[in-house]
């Protein structure tokens, strides 16, 4: 099983930077590919970022591709999402979620993801 705690999250101006963290905590860490999805009011949630588990390949949704990176440290058992030249419709809850595999297969729906954070919210000033 795997927790999962995002922090990190917080008021940012348009054109800025952000850096989420997401902290696991059990015994499978090493074999959970991870991701990171948004949700803002009024929306469904999106896909954000996804990374496999050995940190080998990542995948990006269209909306913030060339601007985020994902990345992760299976020693601090620890995933990040860093992200630039934010605009306001990046504003939402971010959250953190993982699934088991230990193949490299990655995913963009959000019922694929067996584990959840509780999420941290991301505000862009206009």
């Known amino acids: 099983q795997v927790q999962l705690v995002e922090s990190g999250g917080g008021l940012v101006q348009v054109g800025g930077s952000l850096r989420l963290s997401c902290a696991a905590s059990g015994r499978s860490f090493s074999s959970t590919a991870m991701g990171w999805f948004r949700q803002a009011p009024g929306k469904e949630r999106e896909f954000i970022a996804a990374?496999?588990?050995?940190?080998?390949?990542?995948d990006y949704g269209n909306s913030v591709k060339g601007r985020f990176t994902i990345s992760r440290d299976n020693v601090r058992d620890t995933v990040y999402l860093s992200g630039n030249s934010l605009k306001p419709e990046d504003s939402g809850v971010y959250y953190c979620a993982g699934r088991l595999d230990r193949v490299g297969i990655l995913r963009r729906v959000a019922s694929d993801y067996r584990y959840w954070g509780q999420g941290t919210q991301v505000i862009v000033s206009s």
């Open positions: 990374i496999s588990w050995n940190g080998m390949d990542s």
